[in-house]
């Protein structure tokens, strides 16, 4: 089964697979475990969600314009 796009960025298509997998590897740049994302169109960003070493919910944002760099950081390159 073939997992649909939920976002596209400068005439490439990203899975919600391939972001979760960047804001894992931008998290845990940032200094956080168990991260996800939620896409911020209005932004042109997608924020990151994960705990710091205290466990507090902590939350850094990853602009589109920085996403293919991730992408490839994350293993995830197109």
């Known amino acids: 089964m073939t ?3 939920v976002m596209r960025y400068r005439k490439k298509g990203y899975t919600q697979s ?8 931008y998290g845990a740049a940032q200094g956080l475990h168990d991260c996800n994302c939620e896409v911020y169109n209005d932004f042109e960003e997608i924020a990151v969600f ?3 070493e205290s466990d507090r919910v902590t939350e850094v944002h990853l602009a589109f314009r920085e ?3 991730w992408m490839k950081k ?3 390159g197109m």
């Not at 391939?18 to 590897?25: E, G, P």
């Open 74 to 76: 994350a293993g995830q």
């Open 18 to 25: 391939q972001l979760d997998a960047v804001a894992k590897v």
């Open 67 to 69: 996403l293919e760099k």
């Open 50 to 52: 994960g705990k710091d």
């Open 3 to 5: 997992e649909k796009y």
